[in-house]
C-alpha cells in the first residue's frame, strides 16, 4: 500500500496552558489567597538618551552631533510590586489532552491509520514517561516564569489538580534548587516530581482527565519591576512602533483600563515545552523549545537543519514513508511536536 504525505495535516497540541495572572503580596502570606492583589499596568514616560548604532554614512557630521544631542522621549508601559508587597504570585492552568494519535485534520486515509500505528508502536516501546517528566520539570523549576524567574531570592512552586469543583495539591517545589540547563531532579523533590508526571503521562494517554494549575511565589523585593508578556503591534502584517507613541505595550488580561499584568500562554507553552535536548550530537545541550526545526528565535539560530536530516519533517517522512525509525531520542522528539501541535501538511 502506498502511503503519501498528505497536503492537509494539523494536530491540536496537547498541553494547553491559559495565560498566567500576575499579583502581589508577603512571601509569608503564601498561603492566604484573599491578602494578594493584582498586578495593575501603568504608564510611565521618560527622558532617555539616543543609544542605538547608527547607520555609517547616514547623516553629515553637523547633522549626527544634533541628532545624538536630543534627548530620547518615550511612554512606556511598566509593571511592579507595591512597597507593601515583596512577592509576585503567578498563577495558569494546565489540560494535558490525549489523542495523540489522531490528527485533527488529514486528508489521506491510509497516512492517517499508519501514523496510527506510529504512535502506538512509539508508546508500546516508550510510552509517555521520559516526556511527561520533563514537562513536569520545567514546572517545578519555574521555567515560565522567565525573566521574572532571574535574581528572585525564593521561588515556590505549587502543582494541585483540579477536579471535581475541589483542588488537590500534587508537588510543591523549590524552583531554584533546580537547574534550567537540565533535567536532573533534587533528591527531596523526587517523589513529588515522579506524581507530578504520572499525571501528565496519565492525561497524554488518556487514562485520566488531568486539569492542573500552577502557583509560583517569587520574592523579589517591595516595589520590584516585574515582567509580564510584552505585545508586538502589527501593522499590514509588520511589526511597528510609532513615532510619538507608545513605545512598549504589556499584555494584560480584563478591561484595558484596569487590566491584570500576565504572560501570554504561548509563552507559557514555549517554556512547558523546552525539552529538546536532542538536537546536536554532544551530549549536555540545553534544553529548548520543541519546534520542527529547532528554531531559537531569540538567538536567531535554527539547531535542527533539514541539510542535517534531524528536522521533524524529514524524521518523520522517513518514519511513515519509508519505515526508517528513528533513534530513541529522535522518536522523543518527534512525538513532542506532535504534542506541540501544528499545520504539517504538503499544502
Same mark, same amino acid.
Given at each position: 500500500?502506498?502511503?503519501?504525505?498528505?497536503?492537509?495535516?494539523?494536530?491540536?497540541?496537547?498541553?494547553?496552558?491559559?495565560?498566567?495572572?500576575?499579583?502581589?503580596?508577603?512571601?509569608?502570606?503564601? =498561603?492566604?489567597?484573599?491578602?494578594?492583589?493584582?498586578?495593575?499596568?501603568?504608564?510611565?514616560?521618560?527622558? =532617555?538618551?539616543?543609544?542605538?548604532?547608527?547607520? /555609517?554614512?547616514?547623516?553629515?557630521?553637523?547633522?549626527? *552631533? /544634533?541628532?545624538?544631542?536630543?534627548?530620547?522621549?518615550?511612554?512606556?508601559?511598566? /509593571?511592579? $510590586?507595591?512597597?507593601?508587597?515583596?512577592?509576585?504570585?503567578?498563577?495558569?492552568?494546565?489540560?494535558?489532552?490525549?489523542?495523540?494519535?489522531?490528527?485533527?485534520?488529514?486528508?489521506?486515509?491510509?497516512?492517517?491509520?499508519?501514523?496510527?500505528?506510529?504512535?502506538?508502536? #512509539?508508546?508500546?516501546?516508550?510510552?509517555?514517561?521520559?516526556? &511527561?517528566?520533563?514537562?513536569?520539570?520545567? $514546572?517545578?523549576?519555574?521555567?515560565?516564569?522567565?525573566?521574572?524567574?532571574?535574581?528572585?531570592?525564593?521561588?515556590? @512552586?505549587?502543582?494541585?489538580?483540579?477536579?471535581?469543583?475541589?483542588?488537590?495539591?500534587?508537588?510543591?517545589?523549590?524552583?531554584?534548587?533546580?537547574?534550567?540547563?537540565?533535567?536532573?531532579?533534587?533528591?527531596?523533590?523526587?517523589?513529588?516530581?515522579?506524581?507530578? /508526571?504520572?499525571?501528565?503521562? &496519565?492525561?497524554?494517554? =488518556?487514562?485520566?482527565?488531568?486539569?492542573?494549575?500552577?502557583?509560583?511565589?517569587? +520574592?523579589?523585593? %517591595?516595589?520590584?519591576?516585574?515582567?509580564?508578556?510584552?505585545?508586538?503591534?502589527?501593522?499590514?502584517?509588520?511589526?511597528?512602533? %510609532?513615532? =510619538?507613541?507608545?513605545?512598549?505595550?504589556?499584555?494584560?488580561?480584563?478591561?484595558? %483600563?484596569?487590566?491584570?499584568?500576565?504572560?501570554?500562554?504561548?509563552?507559557?507553552?514555549?517554556?512547558?515545552?523546552?525539552? *529538546?535536548?536532542?538536537?546536536?550530537?554532544?551530549?549536555?545541550?540545553?534544553?529548548?523549545? @520543541? %519546534?520542527?526545526?529547532?528554531?531559537?528565535?531569540?538567538?536567531?539560530?535554527? #539547531?535542527?537543519?533539514?541539510?542535517?536530516? +534531524?528536522?521533524? #519533517?524529514?524524521?518523520?517522512?522517513?518514519?511513515?514513508?519509508?519505515?526508517?525509525?528513528? &533513534?530513541?531520542?529522535?522518536?522523543?522528539?518527534?512525538?513532542?511536536?506532535?504534542?506541540?501541535?501544528?499545520?504539517?501538511?504538503?499544502?
Amino acid at each position: 500500500m502506498t502511503i503519501k504525505n498528505p497536503s492537509v495535516l494539523a494536530f491540536e497540541r496537547k498541553l494547553d496552558p491559559s495565560d498566567a495572572v500576575f499579583s502581589a503580596g508577603r512571601w509569608d502570606d503564601r =498561603g492566604n489567597s484573599h491578602r494578594w492583589e493584582p498586578v495593575r499596568l501603568r504608564e510611565k514616560a521618560v527622558r =532617555g538618551t539616543i543609544s542605538n548604532r547608527l547607520k /555609517a554614512g547616514a547623516q553629515d557630521p553637523a547633522k549626527l *552631533d /544634533a541628532a545624538i544631542d536630543k534627548p530620547n522621549l518615550q511612554t512606556v508601559d511598566v /509593571a511592579s $510590586l507595591p512597597m507593601s508587597a515583596d512577592t509576585l504570585c503567578v498563577r495558569f492552568t494546565l489540560r494535558v489532552l490525549p489523542g495523540l494519535g489522531v490528527p485533527s485534520a488529514c486528508n489521506e486515509a491510509t497516512y492517517r491509520e499508519k501514523l496510527g500505528k506510529v504512535v502506538t508502536g #512509539y508508546l508500546d516501546e516508550h510510552g509517555f514517561g521520559e516526556l &511527561a517528566r520533563r514537562y513536569a520539570v520545567n $514546572l517545578a523549576n519555574g521555567r515560565f516564569l522567565w525573566r521574572n524567574r532571574v535574581g528572585a531570592e525564593d521561588v515556590s @512552586v505549587q502543582v494541585s489538580r483540579l477536579q471535581g469543583g475541589e483542588s488537590h495539591e500534587v508537588g510543591r517545589f523549590d524552583a531554584l534548587a533546580f537547574s534550567l540547563g537540565n533535567f536532573e531532579v533534587p533528591p527531596d523533590s523526587q517523589d513529588s516530581l515522579d506524581a507530578v /508526571a504520572t499525571l501528565i503521562e &496519565a492525561g497524554l494517554a =488518556g487514562r485520566e482527565h488531568v486539569l492542573l494549575q500552577i502557583t509560583a511565589h517569587v +520574592r523579589v523585593g %517591595e516595589g520590584q519591576e516585574v515582567f509580564p508578556s510584552q505585545e508586538l503591534i502589527i501593522k499590514d502584517g509588520k511589526v511597528v512602533k %510609532e513615532r =510619538g507613541k507608545k513605545s512598549k505595550f504589556l499584555y494584560a488580561v480584563g478591561p484595558k %483600563e484596569d487590566g491584570v499584568g500576565a504572560l501570554h500562554s504561548q509563552k507559557v507553552g514555549n517554556a512547558l515545552r523546552s525539552v *529538546d535536548t536532542w538536537y546536536g550530537e554532544a551530549a549536555g545541550n540545553p534544553p529548548i523549545a @520543541v %519546534e520542527p526545526y529547532g528554531s531559537v528565535t531569540t538567538e536567531g539560530r535554527a #539547531y535542527r537543519q533539514p541539510k542535517e536530516k +534531524r528536522d521533524f #519533517y524529514t524524521l518523520l517522512d522517513g518514519w511513515m514513508l519509508k519505515d526508517k525509525v528513528p &533513534a530513541s531520542d529522535q522518536q522523543h522528539y518527534v512525538m513532542a511536536v506532535l504534542i506541540r501541535g501544528g499545520v504539517f501538511g504538503e499544502g
